[in-house]
């Protein structure tokens, strides 16, 4: 069977911030594939905002580099199980994977995640222990983790005899021996690595085209993008080809544009054969898993699976008193559009339709999944209000289940009892606790997702910012019964719209924890701090100082009020309770309740408990 030995695909997996976009920097840099002169960013990859901001990798992306005489495809995927699709259907596009660990955290929930998916496809893995250089590093005592994780994993007996490099991705230097001093000033052992261990694609030009497309993109020039792999004869632009649509039906079209990839650049081609990455343009309704073949020759190969949502929560159009003040896009045509438009390139996404003109339901794969989509969208100048995250129950032979996270934590001795409590109280289950004899302790528990709703304040309370948190999602389990997690304390509502002055803000201090500085502007039924205990409570922060003409001894100079808590728009979603919105616009993420008025939320408060003791 030929070979295309000037070939080789690989994906770069890992947890978030073990280093895997770092390294592919410097294999682009090392291989000389940028001009001398040429000036590239650190994580070059990451090239939308919020991913350089948070260091994380949200999208899949495919670049090129040329060693020796060779090309090597590497695809950078996400770390995050919210993007898991992403990562499945990668692994469909290459023959090997790098799988890059941390030299002091070892394997994490991602790394066990991400190498089930390769070892479930058959590649070919190598191990790369990163961070070589880093304080506490334990090359040596990683290593065994992974081979144990390998055999956890059912790994057969070729794929664990992977080869290690010990690599430092920051210095960009790499080395076969586990020893920081011995590390070569270049990362050449990589290279020569991918190249002597990673099967080189089977070259079957000469047989009918098979191309399958993994990811998509969108361009308003040229519409969708389908990024796939040739997997068996050759394509050229101008071809006449068939589509094999997931619901079995078939449609025909003309191939407009091909690209493949070049360093970080996408550059037109004419041709491509069997093994090829590319990208084709010239099919408006191409979608993920589907296989474009000869007319002549209708044979699709086996569909993708694509991860099913496990949260929802609902979009709405802004209609607080402060509406339209700081978005361009208000309107529900425009938001609409907006989620619309993001479907085209998030297939994990679902947008539906609900009564109101003015509301849809957006499902994705976790928090962090929707967070993103609305974090893009008011950076985009979108004004919108969402409700609390839910968890989306299934019905499996006839009984109602729930998605259950697989959750590792790493945290100091001390604060275990803590967590187990709390945890417990979430209808948590402890799989395991391994004390690592330095003061740390790992513990690992399957919680119902809807536990783990709002957790990660409390969690950060409990281990003073000293514990990490992981999680990925594990399975559908039947549904626990009962109320789990959620937020025990009330809100301190606003009765009043105004500015919040010093003064009014030092009156309700004591009774709980405010969420809005001096001077912002506030309107009734906005929440501005939480209560120290269960119920709400309807406060005046607008309240001005009576001036009179008696001068005090303490000036209102020294009037010091405790320093609010600013909640970022992650934080703020995970607070939501039922009745309660998230109002977000491009200058201000405010909470609100859904009720604006004091007299008619009781009045419905009250309603509701009728109802419930019927």
């Known amino acids: 069977m030929n070979k295309r030995e000037d070939l080789r695909n690989i994906a770069i997996i890992a947890h978030v911030d073990h280093g895997k976009t770092t390294l592919v920097d410097q294999l682009l840099k090392q291989s000389g594939t940028f001009r001398a002169n040429e000036h590239v960013e650190e994580r070059a990859l990451d090239s939308n905002d919020l991913e350089r901001e948070r260091g994380i990798t949200i999208l899949a992306k495919n670049t090129a580099v040329h060693y020796k005489d060779k090309k ?95 690599t430092s991705a920051v210095n960009g230097t790499a080395s076969l021996d586990p020893d920081p001093a011995k590390q070569k000033e270049n990362m050449k ?33 040229v519409g969708r993008i389908g990024i796939g792999r040739i997997f068996r004869g050759k394509m050229h632009v101008g071809q006449q080809v068939a589509l094999m649509k997931l619901d079995g039906s078939v449609k025909q079209f003309r191939v407009t544009k091909m690209f493949g990839f070049f360093g970080l650049k ?22 993920v898993g589907e296989t474009v073949c000869p007319i002549d020759h209708q044979e699709a ?23 339209g003040r700081e978005g361009k896009f208000v309107t529900a045509r425009k938001i609409e559009e907006r ?20 509301a849809w339901i957006v499902s994705g794969r976790g928090e962090l999944h929707l967070s993103i989509l609305i974090e893009n969208m008011r950076r985009e100048g979108y004004e919108l209000q969402v409700s609390k995250p839910k968890v989306i129950i299934k019905e499996i032979d006839g009984v109602k289940c ?121 309107y009734e039924g906005m929440i501005v701090g939480e209560n120290s205990r269960e119920n709400d409570i309807a406060v005046n922060i607008t309240k001005a100082k009576h001036a009179t003409n008696v001068r005090s001894a303490t000036k209102d100079q020294t009037a010091v009020i405790k320093k609010p808590r600013i ?48």
Do not use: W
Not at 192 to 215: G, M, S, W
Not at 266 to 287: T, W
Not at 446 to 460: C, D, H, K, Q, S
Not at 467 to 477: A, P, R
């Open 402 to 522: 729930e998605p259950v996270e697989r959750v590792q934590i790493d945290t100091p001795e001390e604060y275990t009892g803590a967590i187990i409590e709390s945890l417990g109280s979430r209808k948590g289950e402890m799989l395991d606790m391994i004390n690592n004899g330095n003061g740390q302790v790992r513990l690992i528990f399957n919680v119902p997702a809807r536990g783990l709703i709002g957790y990660t304040t409390e969690f950060m309370t409990l281990t003073r910012g000293y514990g990490i948190l992981n999680h990925t999602f594990d399975s559908y389990q039947p549904m626990q019964p009962g109320r789990v997690g959620g937020r025990r304390n009330g809100v301190l509502v606003s009765m009043e719209t105004g500015k919040a002055t010093t003064y009014g803000m030092m009156q309700v201090e004591d009774r709980g924890t405010l969420f809005v500085e001096p001077g912002t502007e506030i």
């Open 301 to 323: 190969l086996t569909p993708l699976r694509i991860d099913e949502p496990t949260l929802q929560m609902t979009f709405l159009v802004n209609n607080s008193p402060f509406a």
């Open 72 to 166: 090597i495809n590497i695809l950078d995927t996400p770390g995050h199980a919210d993007f898991g699709g992403e990562v499945e259907r990668i692994m469909k596009m290459v023959d090997g994977v790098l799988l890059v660990v941390d030299a002091y955290e070892g394997c994490m929930p991602q790394t066990r995640f991400v190498l089930k998916k390769a070892l479930e496809q058959n590649l070919t893995p190598i191990v790369v222990v990163n961070k070589i250089d880093r304080e506490f590093a334990r090359p040596e005592e990683v290593v065994d983790e992974v081979l144990e994780l390998f055999i956890e994993l059912d790994a057969n007996d070729e794929q664990l005899e992977f080869p290690v490099v010990y």
């Open 189 to 221: 052992v990589l290279f020569d690595t991918i190249i002597d261990h990673i099967p080189a694609p089977v070259d079957n030009r000469e047989e009918p085209l098979q191309f399958q497309v993994a990811l998509l993109d969108y361009n308003d020039y």
């Open 339 to 358: 989620l619309r438009s993001q479907l085209q390139t998030d297939v994990s996404l679902r947008v539906e339709n609900t009564d109101s003109p003015d």
């Open 266 to 287: 996408r550059e037109e081609i004419q041709e491509a054969y069997a093994g090829d990455l590319i990208a084709v343009s010239g099919m408006e309704d191409i979608n």
């Open 567 to 614: 909640m970022s728009l992650e934080q703020a979603l995970e607070y939501l309770n039922d009745d309660e919105y998230c109002e977000v616009t491009p200058e201000s993420i405010r909470l609100r309740k859904k009720i604006l008025n004091k007299s008619e939320r009781e009045k419905a408060q009250k309603r509701q408990k009728a109802a419930e003791n019927v």
